[in-house]
């Protein structure tokens, strides 16, 4: 089945206390994506990637990393993480071949952040 | 700065009414546009797409929009609603196709 996973699905951490959300997707796309989610603000782009050892900055980067060394992986990693970092966040990809293709997002990761 | 904006934060239709819910854009050229779903504890699910060509997009699940340049708005709608749409839709735009931004959501609720 094509798909895109998260993990975990809920974590709560402690300020300052380095963590990683994996982002795994099975149909060889190009494209990777990372979303927070906060009430009454939508989902705005953390950081996105156009293929391995390519990443760029979305709209929302501060406080994240990502890296990109193998095709179908892109953690989302947080190194001193804060309460404003309390979101959820999603994982998507897609397909860069052709026309713009539709963005397969994964379930979610609900981060606490203590 | 660029932004997408929908102007209504919650909507209440009754079953089988028509739906309309309204996105406006600013960014210079015409940017990719989408609408998304997001049925509760769920991830999103693409509805439509517009990135050229009829401005009057059909998607999935009997939803419709129209692009109007003149008014830099893409609106999403639906002759007649059922229980089942009741969900969170977001509209997004991509300026160049990499970079994704959306709406602050519409919260649509369907009484019977």
């Known amino acids: 089945e094509a798909q895109v996973t998260q993990n975990p699905r809920y974590l709560i951490t402690v300020t300052g206390k380095k963590l990683t959300v994996t982002c795994s997707q099975n149909?060889?796309?190009?494209?990777m994506s990372w979303y927070r989610q906060d009430p009454g603000l939508g989902l705005r782009q953390i950081y996105y990637s156009m293929n391995v050892e390519v990443t760029d900055k979305g709209d929302v980067p501060e406080g994240y990393k990502v890296s990109r060394k193998e095709k179908r992986n892109f953690p989302l990693i947080l190194e001193s993480p804060s309460p404003n970092q309390t979101s959820l966040y999603f994982c998507?990809?897609?397909?860069?071949?052709?026309?713009?293709?539709?963005?397969?997002f994964g379930p979610g990761t609900r981060l606490t952040v203590l | 700065a660029q932004s997408v904006t929908q102007p209504d934060i919650h909507i209440t239709v009754s079953e089988g009414a028509s739906l309309e819910l309204r996105c406006n854009y600013s960014y210079g050229a015409t940017p990719y546009l989408f609408w998304y779903v997001q049925s509760p504890g769920q991830g999103l699910q693409l509805l439509l797409k517009?990135?050229?060509?009829?401005?009057l997009v059909q998607g999935i699940k009997g939803f419709e929009a129209e692009f109007k340049r003149s008014q830099s708005s893409f609106n999403l709608r639906k002759p007649s609603v059922h229980w089942s749409d009741a969900a969170e839709y977001f509209c997004?735009?991509?300026?160049?196709?990499?970079?994704?931004?959306f709406g602050t959501g519409t919260s649509l609720t369907v009484i019977p």
């Open positions: 998507a990809s897609r397909n860069l071949a052709g026309s713009l293709n539709e963005q397969f």
């Open positions: 517009y990135f050229s060509g009829d401005t």
């Open positions: 149909m060889n796309h190009e494209y």
């Open positions: 997004a735009v991509a300026p160049t196709g990499n970079q994704f931004y």
